[in-house]
């Protein structure tokens, strides 16, 4: 099975476009998701990351408060690392047992943070969505509602634009409209059946 690594920067658009792979009847894998199930309640990564970072992580109710994490992650590159070190090998190993139920010619695997993390060695293709750091802006803030100055932060953490686009085996341009958005994905789609054979 081909596997394509989706990525892109924060606000490009990754979650439009995996979703309209997903409504092409292509299988989807979120990393963002798998790592949200992997630090539920009661499970064994959210005890070491409390363990890691201290109880002002988590909520009343025991659950991660993901606003705490991310204040202490990104503030503190040293902390930032150790929280990588434990999600980053559960998060791998949870796509790779999600790929081997698979029964597809190729699958999307969204990892927003593909190429920082070093995850691009395990796909085949890395597919970029890219769009002009403006408009990236515009979507975070109206989407998240973040200050201009924590979204900006969130952009440096994040390898550049350019350095993405170099990796890049596919590019989807998301300043567009909505259907040459659709057109592209279809395109891939196509393109990515015919690789698989």
């Known amino acids: 099975m081909l596997k394509i690594g989706l990525t892109g920067g924060i606000g490009c658009g990754k979650t439009t476009v995996a979703r309209l792979f997903a409504n092409l009847g292509t299988p989807v894998i979120d990393a963002d998701e798998v790592a949200h199930q992997l630090v539920a309640v009661g499970q064994p990564a959210l005890v070491v990351i409390t363990q890691e970072f201290g109880e002002s992580i988590l909520n009343p109710d025991g659950s991660l408060n993901r606003n705490n994490l991310r204040e202490q992650v990104f503030s503190n590159p040293e902390k930032k690392q150790k929280l990588e070190a434990i999600l980053h090998p559960l998060v791998y190993k949870t796509i790779q047992s999600e790929i081997e139920k698979l029964n597809a010619p190729y699958c999307i695997i969204c990892i927003p943070l593909l190429l920082e993390t070093g995850m691009s060695r395990f796909v085949d293709r890395i597919l970029v969505v890219d769009c002009p750091v403006e408009a990236q802006i515009a979507r975070v803030k109206s989407r998240d509602n973040l200050s201009l100055q924590r979204i900006q932060s969130i952009i440096d953490s994040q390898v550049s634009r350019a350095f993405r686009k170099s990796k890049a085996d596919d590019i989807i341009d998301n300043s567009e409209t909505d ?18 054979l």
């Not at 259907?179 to 698989?196: P, T």
């Open 179 to 196: 259907y040459r958005l659709a057109e592209q994905v279809k395109k891939l789609h196509n393109l990515y059946h015919s690789l698989s």
